[in-house]
């Protein structure tokens, strides 16, 4: 891509084509501390009550730079990087690709908290990895009781759900979620039923004196890549069917209609939601039916299979982060006998978490 110069029109040439930058697309973007507050970014003039027949008096152009003057008199010299930024809307993160992976990852990334974590380059570390694999491990977090209240916002900001802002995970009497008990728990992803599903959770173990209840994740992502390559109709109707999922206790009744397995504009993986507890299928044809529990019976079997599942013991200090649009998770029974098994976890969403990402980007210039 670059930008060329001819009669005083702006020009930015792609893949062999040659098209015109809008003399008005410039003039909104000058820059200068008349124009932009520099501390926000933020505009200090309203593009729409600027005339519509601006035109360029003057250009020039240097190896980083195009300076303008337009017929209003403004002035700015902008920079060529950022005008090539502007032609395409992809986002930095999307720029990650994802890792995929199955039980023989070995070893996980592991990052250590330390003061001012939130603020350093591991953070941003952290990040990057969390973005490539759907989640990340944290070690020594402080085992101070809410303290995952003070990190989750210190990286996002956390989404309130009907199990409060944050919640324990525990076994305790009369639960209203199987969460609350010290029964295993097979692979599945958070609150389906919510419009939008909270985006990343956390998990902090406070307390885990009992040797069972392992963590268990399950990449999503993986798992329907490969579904998508040796069962392409599983895949299809899982993807186009929207299931009802629904969360009711005494005082909420919570649905929403979603495919399994959500594919994004351009056809590319989005989100998985699995939760079989909690999925209603609508009354559609007994063929298509058909198909659809044969698909759904297929990706429980991959879901649940070994070669698929990677299983730890989260010990006291360790926070886990989990991407809860790609990742299924789960964990093993446990005996309450042999102690106390404590976590306390919430979720966060996504653009916050992005904005944190793109902070420190900028911060550590990379
Ligand atoms: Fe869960």
Known sequence: ???????????????GSKKEIHPFWLRERVNGDKFVDQKTQQRLFDPTQLKKNIEINNLSLSKDFLEITFNDGAYTKLAIKNILKEFSNINEVKYIDKIEWDSSLKDFNNFEFKDNFFEEKEMYEALVTFYQYGFVVFKKVPIKDNFIVNFANSIGSIRRTNFGEFFDVKSKPNPNDLAYTSLSLAPHTDNPYR??????????????????????LVDGFTVTQKLKKDFPDFYKILSEIKVRFQFIDQSVVLEDWAEMIQLDEKGDFKQVRFSPRLDFVPLIDKEKLELYYSAREKVSEMYNSDKYRIEFKLSPGDLLMMDNHRLLHGRTSYDTNEGNRFLQGCYIDYDSTEGKFKHLKRKFNL
């Open 195 to 216: 419009n939008p599903v909270p985006c990343i959770q956390m998990l902090h173990c406070i307390e885990n004196k009992v040797s069972g209840g392992l963590s268990t």
């Open 1 to 15: 891509m670059k930008i060329e110069l001819k009669n005083k029109k702006v020009f930015f040439e792609n893949q």
